[in-house]
């Protein structure tokens, strides 16, 4: 949930940045390409895509979801880190989902590790879905669609603490409506394994 005018607005707060139009792709490298191609066509639902001919290195382009994933053949697989912890505030790409539930079911059936976390804020929950490629790279599956982007002002800042984010999202509410106040109070379901704001510990979507 964008709100666009605001976005611009706060855009044209902060100063212009290089003329940008949208994110086109990223790059992953790779022990093994053909081992991580086939991850993300059979797991992520990317398809390939032609890659030009001109490279003299070992690669796949792939595309879905308005975005591309290019995938590098390391030149020394062996030098590559390992990552065996599912650890989500490690780097990582996020997709948002249509179904959860589908997502969990699905990488059941893989037999893919995964661990789940649900934030909530202001009376809005997010669930999100961890796990990793073959290399140990971080790919993020949620309904973060469910948080509102709100752009910041220009006399906030750009980083607080998540305590202090909190709070002033709870002022805000407070002096919007007070149905709105309430909702934010609510306590937790005891049912929902929720992470709350605060300074120790925070998951966010990023």
Known sequence: MVNTAAVAAAKGSRGSGLPLASLN???????SLQESLTFYTDVLGFFPVRRPGSFDFDGAWLF???IGIHLLQAEDPDSLPGKTEINPKDNHISFQCESMVAVERRLKELGIPYIQRCVEEGGIYVDQIFFHDPDGFMIEICNCDNLPVVPLGADQPLVMAACK??????QQQASSS???AAAAQCAVPSS???IHVNEEAHISCA
């Open 25 to 31: 792709h990223i790059s992953i490298v790779c022990r």
């Open 165 to 170: 984010r909190a709070a002033v999202i709870k």
């Open 64 to 66: 879905n979801y308005g």
């Open 192 to 194: 929902t394994k929720a």
């Open 178 to 180: 007070p149905a709105t």
